[in-house]
């Protein structure tokens, strides 16, 4: 590993040292939204020797306007064979990166041939087609409530190796291979996020499948008995699909599995993290609807049904709810989350700049969750 990342830095280096500078394109992307709940809190009757008591355990979010993201990307070519991009800026993301301004991503990038390149990468990460596209770039107005558990870890850097290669004018291949930190990016032995994926274009027009199988070390939360310092224990992820998208018809489902999650409800004495294994699936399609008008030049409609079993390897067990004394013991034997997603988008030129109306909610709940709330979300965004 240490070998091959000193001869690509080497090879980078060298091309870029009698490199013929090119200005780079420059990208923006600016997304304001609305957003707005419909449901009740969650009011649990707690008895204690504090006395008796309301404890909310669910609570609505606000309603509010929000700055999803704001981005300045520039990509380009030192010259034929090193490429490069850049961006920053600030995303709500349901990973986690925060309002603050960030680099978002990164890569550097060394090109033997046109078809294939080798570098370094802080970015989105082959995991299928829903992970692997940019957030406000998929159908629907948030990706699956699932993926933010699949994908380990929102913008990875490390070692990238990726081909896209067409055989024929509709049938071809896009692959890449990634050696990762992990989250907390410790040594490469402590923990690491080891990723292949593949994208088959077929020779059916618009159709392709595609997988990837994602290895992953890290802190699950044991920690060792003598040295009090965390284990770090291997775990994975996989998942499969396909994704259509010719004329008017957009159509993409994915199946995703893996064993080894932090932050679930389900209790340590009855399934540790590390051995907790999960699923999850969605499907989604839209139509759209060609208007000929200069103002909106197309309306495309959508929908989504996404489920995610929470605890797929776990039985029946009699949960002990910490937040009420009443009801202190809940059979849970069911850890599905289902959704159901409608929306419209209304296209306000050919490809940039869209209003959508998105509106996500809750079809079934675990036993030991709370109902959410419904979220409709009206969103303007751009970018060019």
């Known amino acids: 590993m240490k070998l091959l990342t000193m001869v690509t830095l080497v090879l980078i280096l060298q ?112 995991r299928g087609f829903e992970m692997h596209d940019e957030c406000v770039g998929v159908l629907t107005a948030e990706k699956p409530y699932s993926l933010g558990a699949f994908k380990n870890q929102c913008h990875p850097t490390g070692l990238i190796f990726e081909a896209d290669y067409d055989f024929t004018e509709t049938m071809g291949f896009e692959t890449q291979v990634g050696i990762l930190n992990g989250p907390q990016e410790m040594s490469f032995d402590t923990e690491y996020d080891r990723n292949i994926g593949l994208i088959f274009r077929t020779p059916l027009p618009g159709l392709s499948v595609g997988g990837y199988y994602n290895l992953i070390k890290q802190d699950f939360g044991k920690v060792d008995s ?25 159509l993409r489902g994915e199946y995703y599995e893996g064993k080894g999650f932090t932050g679930s409800k389900v209790p340590e004495t009855i399934k540790p993290a590390d051995e907790l294994e999960m699923n999850a699936f969605y499907i989604e399609g839209a139509y759209t609807i060609k208007t000929n008008g200069e103002t ?55 490809e940039h700049t869209k209003l959508k109306f998105d509106y996500e909610f809750p079809v079934t709940v675990p036993d030991n969750e709370s109902e959410e709330a419904g979220k409709l979300i009206v969103r303007l965004q751009t970018g060019f």
């Open 15 to 126: 091309t870029i040292l009698f490199a013929e500078f090119e200005l780079p394109e420059i990208h923006t992307n600016i997304v304001i939204q609305a957003e707005s709940y419909f449901g009740d809190n969650d009011v649990v009757q707690d008895s204690s020797y504090a006395g008796n008591f309301e404890n909310t355990i669910y609570a609505v979010p606000v309603n509010k306007f929000t700055v999803r993201s704001a981005t300045i990307e520039a990509e380009g070519l030192f010259n034929e064979k090193i490429e490069y991009n850049m961006e920053v800026g600030m995303a709500t993301c349901s990973g986690g990166l925060g309002i603050n301004i960030l680099l978002m991503e990164a890569g550097l990038f060394y090109k033997p041939y046109e078809f294939m390149k080798i570098g370094f990468m802080k970015g989105h990460i082959m």
């Open 226 to 250: 003598v040295t009090s310092k965390p284990i770090y224990e291997e775990g994975h992820r996989m998942g499969f699909g396909a994704d259509f998208d010719f004329n008017n018809i957009f």
């Open 296 to 350: 909106i030049p197309y309306i495309q409609p959508y929908i989504m049904y996404q489920s995610w079993n929470k605890a797929s390897d776990v039985d029946a067990f009699y949960w002990d709810n910490s937040a009420t004394f009443i009801d202190d013991e809940i059979l849970c034997d069911d850890f599905v989350s289902n959704y159901f997603t409608v929306g419209i988008t209304f296209g306000l030129d050919e």
